[in-house]
C-alpha cells in the first residue's frame, strides 16, 4: 500500500503537469511590472500588517501614503510600488492565505527566503507573464532538461519569444525593458533560494522551509479532485521534481496540519481540518 499520485493526462499540448499558457493568455493583461517591483519582502510585510490591523485597503492607502507625503521621489515610487504590491494581495486566489492572515504566517518563518517563497506564490497568481514562465521552466524541470533552470537572458529571451497571445499576437517588448524583466526574474529567483549569489544564471531546486511548504500544499490542495497529488501547483511552481514529492508529501503529514487518509487500499493526504487551520501554529496544533 502506498501513496498514489500516477501522472495525470493532461487536456493541453504537452504532458507537463502544469500547461504552457502560450495562446491562452491575453496581450492586454501581460505587463512589466516586475521590471519596478520584486518580491519586496519588508515592504510586502508591512502592507500586509497594515492590512491586518486596519481591516481595508482604503485606510491601508491612506496610512501608507501619510507615512511618505515628506519626500516626493520616495512618494512617487511608492505609488508604484504599493499598486503593484497590493495587487498581488487583492487578486489573491482564495487557496493562497488571506492577506489578513499573512502577518501572522510571515512571522512563523525561519527564514527570509522562507518568507520570500511564499510571497512569490501571490507574485505568480496575480502576474500573468511571471506564470507563463514558471509553467515553462516548471516543464524543463519535468522533462529533465539538462540546465533546467537556467535563467541567462539567452535562455529567458528565448522562453519569452515563444508566448503567443490569445489573438494570435507575440510578445514584443524593447530589448532593453526585456532584458531589465530578465533581472527582476532572476533576483525574484535569488530571493527564493533557486539561484546562489549574484553572478549565479543557473539554478537549482530550493530547500524549503516547514512554513512554506504547509503553503504550498494547501496551495496546491483541491477537495474536488483528487488528482491535485499528481500535479501539485505549489510545489511545481518551487521547481521540485517529482522524485522529491513523496519526501515532502511525508513532512507535511509529519506535522499536524496533514495526515494520510486509507481510502480504497491506497493512502490519500488530506489537511486535518482546513487548508489553513494551522495559522498561528505553525503546523502545530
Not at 507537463?16 to 492586454?28: A, E, T
Not at 504590491?85 to 487578486?91: D, E, I, P, Q
Not at 539554478?203 to 504547509?214: A, H, K, Q, T, V
Amino acid at each position: 500500500m502506498g501513496l498514489v499520485y500516477q501522472r495525470m493526462t493532461l487536456a493541453s499540448n504537452d504532458d507537463s503537469p502544469l500547461p504552457s499558457l502560450s495562446r491562452r493568455l491575453s496581450g492586454k493583461d501581460v505587463t512589466m511590472d516586475l521590471t519596478m517591483c520584486g518580491l519586496l519582502v519588508e515592504r510586502a510585510e508591512e502592507l500586509a500588517q497594515l492590512y491586518a490591523d486596519q481591516g481595508n485597503w482604503n485606510d491601508v492607502k491612506e496610512t501608507w501614503f501619510n507615512e511618505r507625503l515628506s519626500n516626493r521621489s520616495t512618494r512617487d515610487s511608492s505609488q508604484k510600488i504599493y499598486r503593484v504590491l497590493t495587487s498581488r494581495f487583492k487578486n489573491a486566489p482564495t487557496a493562497l492565505p488571506n492577506p489578513s492572515t499573512l502577518p501572522t504566517i510571515l512571522s512563523d518563518c525561519n527564514t527570509k527566503r522562507d518568507k520570500s517563497q511564499i510571497l512569490y506564490l501571490y507574485l505568480i497568481a496575480d502576474d500573468p507573464l511571471v506564470r507563463y514562465t514558471v509553467h515553462e521552466y516548471a516543464a524543463r524541470v519535468d522533462l529533465g532538461t539538462p540546465d533546467a533552470l537556467d535563467f541567462s537572458n539567452e535562455t529567458l529571451v528565448e522562453i519569452l519569444s515563444q508566448l503567443e497571445y490569445s489573438d494570435g499576437s507575440s510578445f514584443n517588448y524593447a530589448d532593453s525593458t526585456t532584458e531589465r524583466w530578465c533581472e527582476g526574474f532572476r533576483s525574484v529567483m535569488r530571493e527564493i533560494g533557486v539561484l546562489d549569489g549574484q553572478q549565479a544564471v543557473v539554478g537549482e531546486s530550493p530547500s524549503i522551509g516547514r512554513i512554506p511548504l504547509l503553503v504550498a500544499m494547501a496551495y496546491s490542495y483541491d477537495a474536488e479532485d483528487d488528482d491535485w497529488l499528481t500535479a501539485p501547483r505549489g510545489l511545481l511552481y518551487l521547481f521540485q521534481p517529482e522524485s522529491r514529492w513523496e519526501e515532502l508529501f511525508d513532512r507535511a503529514a509529519n506535522t499536524d496540519a496533514w495526515e494520510y487518509l486509507e481510502l480504497h487500499g491506497d493512502l490519500n493526504l488530506r489537511p486535518t481540518e482546513e487548508p489553513y487551520s494551522w495559522v498561528g501554529n505553525g503546523g502545530e496544533v
